[in-house]
């Protein structure tokens, strides 16, 4: 999934990039340059598998025998290959990933301001949810996980690639499809399986909107998998822009469908909805996924592939790749398992709470947009880093090399780790400010911003452990291992769902959600050890000692660079209030703790962040 597009960047930039992120250890190892191997083998990794002759059936592959330092060509000279390089495709990834996050943003902020976060804010916000979670469930993460590592190996036959994509795209188009037309007729029986009770005063308007509202949303699910097929054919063809760009396409036609609901209505959803305002968001809502999937059409024909049908799916491999798929799809189970319990419950936990006479909602709505926000330094670092990397760890374990492999989670953890470990103690720190910015506008008032706030400091630390886990789990589908992935999620989803149950249990309706958060990062927390643990055995040498000795430098760094920008934000007068005392708060103790972070890293001899400080002074021209 790296952008691999000839011309694609400036080459002077991309020189000067390319030798500061191999100066923070992102870039491949040696013998990382291109060279191909067997696809389907394991090597040292696991047990061999059968290779794929394009041309007929699978025929039993000979070992190929370990290659060492001296055959590898891309020792002393790196062979940059039509990709434009690492460095390029990890910055247009993360420009359209921080462009789709912020316009995605703004998107909520609008959503909130129309909707508020209780009543009908949950009954949109549930059914919303479904199409993602029925896509995930049935067909997105095996996508990602088997068939797209498959897909890279075949592209490298351009016949086969393009045979490969069409049979794909077929199979995919067929069965969500038919899923999208049966979900539709189910859509009572979704709504009562995910959303639980909705809030009391709307609780039957409030079911019956959410019933309408997902049977308008339903459709997305065939086109998130029309969008995550020729996406992903794009990245293996070396056209990764696109993927990361058009995303911002669907915000902005939400985010107009948002502000049009807004200007035309005073009273937004305190008093329901009517048919005509259900028929506007939930229409909007799904012409942004429309919109989403039908722009990567002219970049897939720019790229010479032609789509057509094709049934011929007997001895294609695809039989195969459906074996190895079956513990993605029990991952995935597992997974939707966990988070509709936590969607029922903090659903409950609202109806609770608005009984008992709680200000502010305290439901899954604040869940949900706190979540948004904490999540958002994952997707713009995390997931534009290892995706770039992704397809190199594939070819490390093709072609016998696990020292490549290892070396790249291990600086992948470390590197990320530089901007999250911050992140997450800066949201820990100034969540009450950022939420008040954000989300105080329209009905929303200090009370709703408050109970985001204290969900969000719960959701905080556990951005460290969800990102590790995040890249951890991409060695395991690099080596085409979807059991170990599986094993963990049971883990994750068991520890969230338990503690979230007794958080909802124990702990006052008004707080529920927030322990509900805190579980959460207590789950992933479990998830990374048990990862780790797996990894370690999995691949020997495994460099812990270092990531895990980096990782304590950087959490000492960040707790006290967080606890010394909130230190600087307390002599603030109460001149100010609101919007424009947060807007300071945030621009002063932010400062402040990038300061102490950047001076606290190189104190502690952390090299990643000299690296990274290096970096962007290279990039600016200091």
Known sequence: MTERTPGGSDPDAETVLLARLDALGVLDGPGMSGTSGTPGTLGAFGTPTAA???????????????????????????????????????????????????????????????????????????????????????????????????????????????????????????????VTVVAMFAAPLLIRLTGGQ??????????????????????????????????????????????????????????????????????GGAQGLSAEQTRLLGIGTTLGIVVQAACLFPYLRATGLRLR?????????????????????????????????????????????????????SGYTPYGNAQTLWILPQSVITVSLVTALFPRMCRAVSDHRPHDLREQLSRSLRVSGVAIVPAAFALLCFGPQLTELLFRHGGTGHADVTVMAQVLAGFSLGLIPFSAQYVLLRGFYAMEDTRTPFLAAVWIAAVNAGLSGLAYLVLPARWAVVGMAVAYTLAYTVGLAVTAHRLRRRIKGARGRITARTYGRLIIAGAVAGAAGLAATRPLTAALDGADLAALQLALGGAVMAAAFVGLGRALRIHEVTAAVGTARTRLGW
């Not at 699978?58 to 001296?70: C, D, L, M």
């Not at 097929?229 to 107009?256: H, Y």
């Not at 513990?327 to 008992?356: C, D, H, M, P, Y």
């Open 52 to 178: 794929r002759d394009p041309r007929g059936p699978e025929t039993p592959s000979r070992p190929r025998p370990a290659v060492g330092p001296a055959r590898l060509p891309g020792r002393h000279r790196r062979k940059r290959g039509p990709a434009g390089g690492v460095a390029g495709a990890g910055l247009m990834m993360a420009a359209g990933t921080i462009l789709s996050r912020a316009t995605g943003m703004l998107r909520t902020v609008l959503i909130v301001a129309a909707l508020g976060t209780a009543g009908a804010a949950d009954a949109y916000n549930v059914a919303n949810t479904i199409p993602n979670m029925l896509f995930t469930l049935l067909a997105g993460g095996a996508l990602n996980a088997v068939f797209v590592p498959r897909m890279i190996r075949a592209m490298r036959d351009e016949r086969e690639g393009e045979a490969y994509a069409n049979r794909l795209l077929t199979l995919t188009v067929l069965v969500l499809g038919t």
């Open 198 to 267: 909705l809030p009391t005063g709307t609780s039957g308007q409030g079911y019956e909107s959410a019933v309408t509202f997902a049977r308008y949303c339903l459709p997305q699910i065939f086109f998130y998998g029309v969008f995550t097929v020729v996406g992903q054919i794009l990245n293996a063809r070396g056209r990764f822009g696109s993927m990361m760009w058009t995303p911002v396409l669907n915000n902005v036609v939400v985010i107009a469908t948002f502000a049009l609901f807004i200007a035309f209505t005073r009273d």
């Open 309 to 361: 049908p094709r049934f011929d799916w007997r001895g294609s491999g695809l039989r195969q790749d459906a074996r190895l798929a079956r513990w993605t799809l029990l991952f995935a189970l597992v997974n939707q398992i966990g988070f509709t319990v936590v969607v029922n419950l903090s659903v409950a936990a609202g109806a609770a709470a608005e009984r008992a006479g709680a200000s502010g909602g």
